[in-house]
């Protein structure tokens, strides 16, 4: 898996901001200009952005914070480092998910926290529906997988909590659930499908420890409410709001059901079943846990209509808001929340076999090969792209192999020096009025490549990021 991700991460030397990245990160370029590298005016400048567009565009004040703090604020060459955010971050949350599984059914069991984070981790980097705007787009990532990362982060907390759990100290509780409060507080200045999704597991976790007559699920439950108002009542809200036509909640009802019922049935593809089987032994070892009643799988459709209640719920908020299923970024996040669903549903299932039948899986887990199998299965997951409802954006390979495809083609490159001629100019302290062209299509790598500027005025910002006077757009000559 590490060697098959060589690729992914060598591509993103050629990765350079656009779009809103200039926008967000106009102060905190300005003191990196003026002063370097002086992180506690850096800090200063990125609150100070932060707080303005509270104020004027939207109340996602966690979000401005680390918008304004993109890599490319110190030059375009460290633009590629928005990949290694979003790989640590999605390794260090399923780690920590992953740990408070095994630590519950299967404590000692070394190893297999790292195996399942690992796993989990490339099967979402190869697998994105849209690259591009989560995993080399700083603005994109940066608006959700923080924020979905802190989820899966409270859901550990809240493991370590659940009724059943081994006697603990109530301090080391009392510990817990303010730190999950603490998360929430976070979450609830990130997107707000993301909040959405917090809250809907919050729910289920409450009602989950309600069984036993415990409570911890609660106070969670309120501080994510309590930043979901921050972030509504927020000035900034109001005009963004403003500017959306929301559909009617029936329509938005239906149609968030018709596209929830096609993503599922399209993203039941190969690397979705290779995942399955590649981590079938390890579910199958912890699903055996003595810790585990039989009650426990009574009922092993239960994960499946939940996992669809929150792909519903997420697709649901941009139908009602926006009248559509969203874009890309927000896809990935949904696609993630049903790995991790199924993922859940798959290891109950196996549970539930394992009642009615204890030799039912053990008779075909292989006893010999098991590494060329396995190996067999972590190619597939490279090779084979993953799909999405939104036409467009399913033509692609997985992201290693479209990593090696693009690279061989030069489109990478290609950008890269586009890009950082126009820079170049950009940043001529001798030029006030500064002529830029826009990108030709052999400068557009599929991974790369978000956004380009129009022809005419700057309308990215790049007047103020750059301190120019004016910037004009033309188009590239002939």
């Keep these: 898996m590490l060697l098959l991700l060589i690729p992914v991460f060598a591509v993103a030397v050629y990765a350079r901001p656009s779009a809103d990245d200039f926008i967000y990160a106009r102060a905190t370029h300005a003191v990196v200009q003026q002063y370097g590298a002086d992180w506690p005016r850096l800090l200063r400048a990125a609150l100070d952005a932060d707080l303005n567009f509270y104020n004027t565009w939207q109340g996602l004040y966690v979000s401005g914070f680390l918008l304004a703090l993109q890599p490319a604020i110190f030059g375009g060459q460290w633009y590629g480092l928005t990949i290694v955010l979003v790989a640590a971050m999605l390794f260090l949350a399923s780690l920590a998910l992953a740990g408070a599984v095994v630590h519950r059914l299967a404590p000692g069991t070394r190893g297999l ?11 979402v980097i190869e697998g994105m529906p849209n690259q591009v705007e989560s995993l080399y787009w700083y603005n994109g990532a940066m608006n959700y997988l923080p924020f979905f990362a802190l989820a899966l982060g409270v859901i550990a907390l809240l493991i370590g909590m659940s009724p059943g759990e081994r ?11 303010v730190a999950a409060c603490l998360f929430c507080l976070l979450i609830g200045g990130g997107h707000h499908v993301i909040i959405l999704l917090t809250l809907m597991l919050l729910a289920f976790a409450v009602l989950w420890f309600a069984r036993r007559r415990a409570f911890w699920p609660v106070a ?42 096609l993503s599922v049935l399209r993203w039941l593809d190969l690397p979705f079943v290779c995942l399955l089987l590649l981590l079938t032994p390890a579910l199958w070892h912890l699903v055996r846990s003595p810790i ?17 209640v929150l792909i519903w719920g ?23 929340t049903f790995l991790l669903g199924a993922i859940v549903s798959w290891a109950v ?30 190619v597939c997951m490279a090779s ?24 061989a083609n030069g489109t990478p490159q290609a950008f890269a020096a586009a890009m950082d001629e126009r820079e170049a100019k950009l940043t001529d302290p001798a030029a006030h009025d500064v002529v830029i062209r826009t990108l030709t299509e052999d400068e557009r790598p599929g991974l790369l490549y978000f956004s380009d500027v129009v ?21 590239p000559q002939e």
């Design 113 to 123: 926290p790292t195996f399942l984070a690992l796993v989990f981790t490339f099967a």
């Design 167 to 177: 006697r603990r100290p109530v301090w080391k509780k009392i510990l817990r659930t």
């Design 220 to 261: 969670p439950l309120l501080s994510c409410l309590l930043g979901l108002f921050f972030n509504m009542s927020s000035p900034g809200t109001a005009v963004r709001m403003s500017g959306f036509s929301s559909a009617s909640l029936p329509e938005a009802v239906f149609k968030s059901l018709i596209l929830s019922g």
């Design 292 to 308: 585990l009643k039989d009650s426990t799988f009574r009922w092993p459709w239960l994960p499946l209509a939940a996992t669809f």
């Design 314 to 336: 997420m697709i649901w908020l941009p139908s009602y808001t926006m009248g559509g299923i969203g874009p890309g970024r927000l896809i990935n996040v949904v696609w993630m």
């Design 349 to 378: 299932f196996l549970g539930w076999l394992a009642r009615i039948s204890k030799a039912a899986v053990d008779r075909f887990l292989p006893r010999r090969g098991t590494a060329l199998i396995a190996a067999a299965l972590v």
């Design 384 to 407: 084979i792209g993953g799909h999405t409802v939104k036409e467009g954006l399913d033509n692609r390979f997985a992201t290693s192999l479209e990593a090696v495809w693009e690279l």
């Design 455 to 475: 022809p005419g005025p700057d309308s990215w910002g790049l007047t103020a990021y750059y301190g120019k006077e004016s910037v004009l757009v033309e188009q």
